[in-house]
């Protein structure tokens, strides 16, 4: 089958996810040996979903697929996909990848030796175990449809503190995680009820939806998840590792409809379709934990930063699980087998990075094309003292302000359309500088280097921004999909597999890298950090908030289910209290 050159196999011209790093390898030719086994990995993004085959043996991209994912918004704030299309997507990947692979005189089912799966987090789906059907369409990880919900159970919090299940799920209680959106698919979606009551309804992230498909479907498809995904639900106890029953009931969530929470590396089932039918999936990870993975930050103190759309910065804690008092979250980066202890993280999010380079050029006009980001940048020396704070649906970590909005700071009668864009690169850097700040302050390690990766890390102004604004070198690794890599490495180490032997160990040197060195002093680093959280400041309260008809029906309702016998009670006694009192 002939490659299509937007989103095919290497050398057919990058697809959007393999659009950076080292040229591609060349359609027919293999720098590997022909017996040597390879990993194959499904890496379902926000934006496109690709099949990747590595050597396991030197760990290079043998050959990829991509499809991209159609995004649906049927109403301001929303976003959904169709689980049909992304299973879709996954399985014309396979096919086109195996038929390359007999192209060059492999076995698809002899000579991948297993298969790892990494996806966007907190995505939801529900189905019908019945009849394999989606219920509802996929609500996607940056959908904020949940506000109501979110402030149903706020409602119910003391002093509407939204830390309130941190202590047992790590996480805040936000529209992001993927418990408030099984939520609102409950209460406002009747086949969703209805499938609950027959008890058919299943939930998952995306990894959970396309194992149970390739693995049989409704024939007996396994229903799992992995350590990674299960903790960005709100669902799991972040020390015990399973569903906790206090945060299911909490948040009203069925505990049958949710699946068995296994390691990030074990065989959990085989494939039931060609063109690779019979192979174990052996890997799952998150695919912000992925990536930490494949840049191989696997000792406690190394993060690493993913710019796209928006950015994810993970910094590893080792063993240690620590809760943030700054406003990151805990989660957990990796379990390497059934046995094996977990590693947790600190996380931070940002909403906004390369998506506010897409508002600049499409609705202000400002850019013909991405690509020119970087030149027109580059002709100015500075912002012109120009502050950029791109909280266009409000702050992500570490201020976790719904009520900010954007703002732009600083404008001069002599600011150009240079100004402006560089300082969109600089907002990136500031805010990954925010989170680094909160980490240093919650771990009390300084960071000594910042590993990245993402579309954006090919603008190499923006590294060096990077590096002058955080004061630590800047390390943009040179592998092409580090993302798909990491969950290829857990995969072909995982037990029954073993066949991983390129770059793994944490003694082993790293993936090739391209470091940027800081060249600004102290002082001037300091002066302009400082000069951006004003502009922080001034971008807070924009949007304000009374307190919402969900978020007040709630209270009533809590209040009016108390027995009137027992109000007129307590009001008595609270009578005859404040008039001893009085006395």
Same mark, same amino acid.
């Given at each position: 089958?002939?490659?299509?050159?937007?989103?095919?196999?290497?050398?057919?011209?990058?697809?959007?996810?393999?659009?950076?790093?080292?040229?591609?390898?060349?359609?027919?030719?293999?720098?590997? &040996?022909?017996?040597?086994?390879?990993?194959?990995?499904?890496?379902?993004?926000?934006?496109?979903?690709?099949?990747?085959?590595?050597?396991?043996?030197?760990?290079?991209?043998?050959?990829?697929?991509?499809? @991209?994912?159609?995004?649906?918004?049927?109403?301001?704030?929303?976003?959904?996909?169709?689980?049909?299309?992304?299973?879709?997507?996954?399985?014309?990947?396979?096919?086109?990848?195996?038929?390359?692979?007999?192209?060059?005189?492999?076995?698809?089912?002899?000579?991948?030796?297993?298969?790892?799966?990494?996806?966007?987090?907190?995505?939801?789906?529900?189905?019908?175990?019945?009849?394999?059907?989606?219920?509802?369409?996929?609500?996607?990880?940056?959908?904020?449809?949940?506000?109501?919900?979110?402030?149903?159970?706020?409602?119910?919090?003391?002093?509407?503190?939204?830390?309130?299940?941190?202590?047992? =799920?790590?996480?805040?209680?936000?529209? #992001?995680?993927?418990?408030?959106?099984?939520?609102?698919? +409950?209460?406002?979606?009747?086949?969703?009820?209805?499938?609950?009551?027959?008890?058919?309804?299943?939930?998952?992230?995306?990894?959970?939806?396309?194992?149970?498909?390739?693995?049989?479907?409704?024939?007996?498809?396994?229903?799992?998840?992995?350590?990674?995904?299960?903790?960005?639900?709100?669902?799991?106890?972040?020390?015990?590792?399973?569903?906790?029953?206090?945060?299911?009931?909490?948040?009203?969530?069925?505990?049958?409809?949710?699946?068995? +929470?296994?390691?990030? =590396?074990?065989?959990?089932?085989?494939?039931?379709?060609?063109?690779?039918?019979?192979?174990?999936? &052996?890997?799952?990870?998150?695919?912000?934990?992925?990536?930490?993975?494949?840049?191989?930050?696997?000792?406690?103190?190394?993060?690493?930063?993913?710019?796209?759309?928006?950015?994810?910065?993970?910094?590893?804690?080792? #063993?240690?699980?620590?809760?943030? &008092?700054?406003?990151?979250?805990?989660?957990?980066? #990796? @379990?390497?087998?059934?046995?094996?202890?977990?590693?947790?993280?600190?996380?931070?999010?940002?909403?906004?990075?390369?998506?506010?380079?897409?508002?600049?050029?499409?609705?202000?006009?400002?850019?013909?094309?991405?690509?020119?980001?970087?030149?027109?940048? &580059?002709?100015?020396?500075?912002?012109?003292?120009?502050?950029?704070?791109?909280?266009?649906?409000?702050?992500?970590?570490?201020?976790?302000?719904?009520?900010?909005?954007?703002?732009?700071?600083?404008?001069?009668?002599?600011?150009?359309?240079?100004?402006?864009?560089?300082?969109?690169?600089?907002?990136?850097?500031?805010?990954?500088?925010?989170?680094?700040?909160?980490?240093?302050?919650?771990?009390?390690?300084?960071?000594?280097?910042?590993?990245?990766?993402?579309?954006?890390?090919?603008?190499?102004?923006?590294?060096?921004?990077?590096?002058?604004?955080?004061?630590?070198?800047?390390?943009?690794?040179?592998?092409?999909?580090?993302?798909?890599?990491?969950?290829?490495?857990?995969?072909?180490?995982?037990?029954?597999?073993?066949?991983?032997?390129?770059?793994?160990?944490?003694?082993?040197?790293?993936?090739?890298?391209?470091?940027?060195?800081?060249?600004?002093?102290?002082?001037?680093?300091?002066?302009?950090?400082?000069?951006?959280?004003?502009?922080?400041?001034?971008?807070?309260?924009?949007?304000?908030?009374?307190?919402?008809?969900?978020?007040?029906?709630?209270?009533?309702?809590?209040?009016?289910?108390?027995?009137?016998?027992?109000?007129? +009670?307590?009001?008595?006694?609270?009578?005859?209290?404040?008039?001893?009192?009085?006395?």
């Amino acid at each position: 089958m002939p490659c299509r050159p937007t989103d095919a196999c290497v050398g057919g011209g990058a697809s959007p996810a393999h659009a950076h790093g080292p040229p591609p390898l060349v359609l027919g030719e293999m720098s590997s &040996s022909i017996n040597d086994p390879l990993i194959g990995v499904i890496n379902e993004g926000t934006n496109t979903a690709t099949f990747v085959v590595f050597s396991a043996t030197t760990g290079e991209e043998v050959c990829h697929h991509g499809v @991209k994912i159609t995004q649906l918004v049927p109403r301001e704030g929303w976003l959904e996909q169709d689980p049909a299309e992304l299973l879709a997507a996954v399985r014309e990947g396979m096919a086109v990848v195996g038929e390359e692979l007999r192209r060059r005189g492999r076995d698809p089912r002899r000579d991948i030796a297993a298969i790892g799966v990494t996806n966007q987090r907190e995505t939801t789906v529900l189905w019908d175990a019945a009849t394999g059907e989606p219920l509802y369409n996929a609500i996607v990880w940056s959908d904020i449809r949940t506000d109501s919900t979110v402030d149903h159970v706020l409602a119910r919090v003391p002093d509407n503190d939204k830390n309130a299940l941190m202590e047992l =799920s790590g996480l805040p209680i936000s529209p #992001y995680f993927s418990a408030l959106k099984i939520r609102w698919l +409950i209460d406002n979606v009747y086949a969703v009820q209805k499938a609950i009551r027959r008890k058919t309804c299943l939930f998952g992230t995306v990894d959970s939806w396309l194992i149970w498909n390739l693995t049989g479907g409704k024939n007996g498809g396994v229903h799992v998840t992995d350590v990674t995904n299960a903790s960005r639900t709100l669902l799991m106890n972040i020390t015990t590792l399973q569903w906790d029953p206090v945060l299911c009931r909490y948040l009203q969530v069925p505990q049958h409809i949710l699946p068995e +929470i296994r390691s990030s =590396s074990e065989i959990y089932g085989y494939v039931q379709e060609e063109p690779f039918e019979g192979v174990p999936i &052996s890997g799952i990870l998150g695919n912000q934990q992925s990536s930490l993975v494949g840049q191989q930050c696997l000792k406690e103190g190394q993060a690493k930063n993913t710019y796209r759309a928006g950015c994810f910065l993970i910094y590893n804690t080792g #063993y240690n699980r620590v809760l943030s &008092s700054h406003g990151l979250v805990t989660t957990v980066a #990796y @379990k390497m087998g059934k046995n094996a202890r977990p590693v947790y993280a600190l996380e931070g999010s940002i909403a906004v990075a390369g998506a506010a380079v897409k508002w600049l050029k499409n609705n202000l006009n400002l850019l013909n094309h991405v690509s020119e980001l970087e030149d027109i940048a &580059s002709q100015v020396q500075t912002t012109g003292d120009v502050y950029f704070v791109p909280a266009f649906s409000g702050l992500y970590a570490p201020y976790w302000r719904k009520d900010a909005r954007g703002i732009l700071c600083g404008l001069t009668q002599f600011t150009t359309k240079g100004h402006i864009i560089r300082a969109c690169l600089e907002a990136v850097c500031f805010q990954t500088r925010d989170i680094l700040e909160a980490m240093n302050k919650d771990c009390g390690i300084p960071l000594e280097k910042l590993q990245v990766d993402g579309k954006m890390t090919k603008n190499n102004l923006l590294m060096q921004l990077q590096a002058d604004i955080c004061g630590i070198p800047v390390e943009r690794s040179n592998v092409s999909d580090v993302t798909s890599l990491g969950v290829a490495m857990v995969a072909g180490q995982a037990e029954g597999v073993n066949v991983w032997k390129a770059h793994w160990k944490e003694s082993t040197p790293q993936v090739p890298s391209e470091i940027f060195e800081p060249k600004t002093t102290l002082e001037e680093r300091d002066l302009r950090y400082t000069k951006w959280k004003m502009a922080v400041q001034r971008s807070l309260g924009w949007a304000t908030t009374k307190k919402s008809v969900a978020m007040t029906d709630e209270r009533f309702r809590l209040l009016a289910s108390i027995p009137a016998s027992w109000f007129l +009670i307590v009001s008595f006694g609270m009578l005859v209290l404040s008039k001893e009192l009085v006395s």
